[in-house]
Every structure is written in structure tokens, then in C-alpha cells.
């Protein structure tokens, strides 16, 4: 089992900055993927930014360029810089981790409000 702590959402006008943060633990060796989705209200969950542990990287096409995902192997902990947030960014926010299954965090809000 996988167990996934998020942290880092909140209340930001437009045009701020959020860091979120997700840490994994448990049995967590053989894992290639993390990332981040969200979902809106009455929306589908949709991807954000995924990093495998080779480095490689995929974004969402509304937050290519606004939003960067990192990680540390180690721990292993993935990391999302969200900047130029805007109105429609506001969403619960999810921490996935994949191995040969898919775990997901409990979800962190994320509100962009003027």
C-alpha cells in the first residue's frame, strides 16, 4: 500500500502563486509516475502535470508554461509551482502515484479568487 500526503492549496488572487506539495509513503520502491489532476465542480478530473523517475514530463495544455512539476526520487516526494494562477484554475487538486497500481491523495483545495 501507498499512502499520499498533500499539501500547499489554498486562497490566492489571480495572477498569484501557489506550491504544492505530495510525499509518499509505504511501499513505494518499484513506482515510476507521479503527478498531479484536478477537478472542478461539475467538471471530469483532468491531468495537470505527470513526472516519471526518468525525468520525463507531460502537462495539461491550460497550465503548459504556468505551472512546473518537480520531484525529489528519494523520498519519494513530487512537487507543482503553480504561477499566473487564474479564475479557472480553481479546482480540488489530486496527487497520483502509479506503480503497477494507481494511488490517489485525498485532494487539496485550490481557490483563485479577486
Known amino acids: 500500500q501507498v499512502q499520499l500526503v498533500e499539501s500547499g492549496g489554498g486562497s490566492v488572487q489571480p495572477g498569484g502563486s501557489l506550491r504544492l506539495s505530495c510525499a509518499a509513503s509505504?511501499?513505494?520502491?518499484?513506482?515510476?509516475?507521479m503527478g498531479w489532476y484536478r477537478q472542478a465542480p461539475g467538471k471530469a478530473r483532468e491531468q495537470v502535470a505527470v513526472?516519471?523517475?526518468?525525468?520525463?514530463?507531460k502537462y495539461g495544455d491550460s497550465v503548459n508554461g504556468r505551472f512546473a512539476i518537480s520531484r525529489d526520487n528519494a523520498k519519494p516526494t513530487v512537487f507543482l509551482q503553480m504561477n499566473g494562477l487564474k479564475l479557472e484554475d480553481t479546482a480540488v487538486y489530486y496527487c497520483?502515484?502509479?506503480?503497477?497500481?494507481?494511488?490517489w491523495g485525498p485532494g487539496t483545495q485550490v481557490t483563485v479568487s479577486s
Open positions: 497520483q502515484f502509479r506503480d503497477t497500481n494507481t494511488y
Open positions: 509505504g511501499n513505494t520502491f518499484n513506482y515510476w509516475a
Open positions: 513526472i516519471d523517475t526518468g525525468g520525463n514530463i
